[in-house]
């Protein structure tokens, strides 16, 4: 092969991408995503990507026997930051310091048992959860698999059975308590699919307002690349 063929090789053939920053959530957004997956309901351990990495590392065990009732990932490309907290503060009425930092979670409901995380899948945003941890902005977007044959033909989160719902607010409202308190998380308002899509274009703001766009990324990099030769 030669040096020319060599530089012509795509360079997502050569590298995995981050998961966080490398991956599309689809040109369907956000009505249709691409959503990374880190947990499913038999982790006994609480999985989470490591952000300068890109790999999946173990966040902290399980404290309690209750267990995420969903898969459990992130919106690539998305982030919580300040306007998310402004949109949360609009909604509930209350005092929201800022967005938690992360890319905005997402809870993928199945029929099928899915053996681990770690996975790319296509999920449509049915509804959320506005969760408020130690004054920041901390949403749960609830989503369905797509095609999926119990759960695919949600369209609000209206759709879903109230248990389900109770379920995933436990799950979030107990897994950092801890045995010396109540922690101060809450959840402050149940949502539907509309508010949820406005989360999700919002989080895409507070990515790019953050990082910038995709293409100016692969502007930077092909650039140190060619100052490296």
Not at 76 to 104: F, H, N, W
Not at 169 to 191: M, N, Q, R, T, W
Request: charged residues 25%; glycine residues 6%.
């Amino acid at each position: 092969m030669s040096d020319n063929t060599q530089a012509e090789v795509p360079l997502s053939l050569l590298f995995q991408a981050h998961p966080w920053h490398g991956i599309d959530p689809g040109p369907e957004k956000p009505h249709k995503l691409m959503c990374f997956i880190e947990m499913v309901p038999t982790d006994a351990v609480k999985y989470e990507v490591d952000k300068p990495s890109g790999h999946l590392k173990i966040d902290r065990v399980q404290r309690f026997s209750s267990i995420c009732p969903t898969l459990y990932g992130f919106i690539p490309q998305s982030y919580c930051g300040d306007e998310i907290a402004r949109l949360s503060a609009k909604r509930t009425g209350k005092e929201v310091k800022r967005g938690d930092g992360d890319p905005m979670d997402i809870c993928v409901l199945t029929e099928r048992p899915i053996a681990h995380g770690n996975i790319l899948v296509n999920a449509r945003p049915i509804g959320g959860m506005l969760m408020i941890d130690h004054g920041e902005a901390d949403d749960k977007i609830i989503a369905v698999l797509e095609s999926d044959l119990s759960y695919g033909k949600f369209e609000d989160i209206s759709d879903c059975p109230p248990a389900l719902i109770e379920r995933l607010k436990h799950y979030f409202l107990s897994y950092k308590k801890s045995p010396d308190g109540p922690e101060p998380v809450e959840i402050a308002d149940v949502y539907d699919v509309n508010h949820a899509l406005e989360v999700i274009r919002t989080s895409f703001t507070d990515y790019h307002n953050k990082f910038g766009t995709p293409a100016a990324h692969l502007a930077n990099l092909m650039e140190l690349m060619q100052t490296a030769k």
